[in-house]
């Protein structure tokens, strides 16, 4: 089946700094990527939608100033969390669709924790 | 605005016993799914269903949509302690996976021996 691979798996950073996360589809190139967020406890929620070399599409309530999407391929979307904070902490997680696909693919995760 | 609410959201049950976990939806849609997560996990894929009476089983876990109703069930057969795990539905209202899914909150299951 399709695989999708997060990095880091988690990461902990200083409240002001910035973290990249890398979503790779491995074995296809997806059309669509997405972006969700769980903190602890809750359901998942949408934070955007990246497609290759377009702008990405956020949800509303979520800052694109801070959560900077970057789609430079069909196989690879990355989430910059900027000036990251301690609310930032939670539990990122992408997935990767093909047009037509029955389903979307999921990544592992990663879990960010801001100090 | 699409609203997906799972019922019951806490369940704990003993081995040997069937429950069934409830997920409706507030807009149209033909495509649901419904995932398993444990705990510190990513999602793990469960069924996919993509159209109104679609029924799909795996092991002892049976999955139905009713689109006309808005409503999809997740069946639990004679539980055993491994299936405990937290359960979402989700939907996509799409129905092309352009959109990004709506989850629902998602119910704990713990099994009991």
């Known amino acids: 089946g399709a695989v999708v691979s997060q990095h880091p798996s988690w990461v902990i950073c200083k409240s002001g700094t910035s973290v990249k996360i890398e979503c790779r589809s491995l074995d296809f190139q997806a059309t669509t990527m997405f972006w969700y967020r769980q903190f602890p406890k809750q359901s998942l929620m949408l934070m955007a939608t990246s497609n290759e070399g377009s702008k990405a599409t956020y949800e509303q309530g979520v800052e694109k100033d801070k959560f900077l999407i970057n789609h430079a391929s069909l196989t690879l979307s990355t989430l910059t969390v900027t000036s990251a904070h301690p609310e930032d902490s939670s539990f990122y997680i992408c997935?990767?669709?093909?047009?037509?696909?029955?389903?979307?693919?999921f990544g592992p995760g990663t879990r960010l924790l801001v100090l | 605005e699409l609203k997906v609410e799972q019922n019951p959201l806490f369940l704990s049950m003993q081995e040997g016993k069937n429950y069934t976990i409830y997920c409706n939806y507030s807009t149209t849609s033909d495509r649901l799914y419904w995932y398993r997560q444990d705990p510190g996990k990513s999602l793990e894929s469960l069924f996919v269903?993509?159209?109104?009476?679609a029924v799909k089983q795996e092991g002892r876990l049976m999955a139905s949509l009713d689109t006309k109703a808005r409503l999809s069930t997740l069946h639990i057969t004679a539980a055993v302690h491994d299936l405990s795990a937290t359960y979402f539905c989700a939907v996509d209202i799409s129905g092309g996976g352009a959109d990004g899914l709506t989850f629902g909150k998602g119910t704990h299951l713990i099994i009991q021996p």
């Open positions: 997935s990767a669709s093909l047009a037509g696909a029955e389903t979307q693919y």
């Open positions: 269903l993509l159209s109104n009476g």
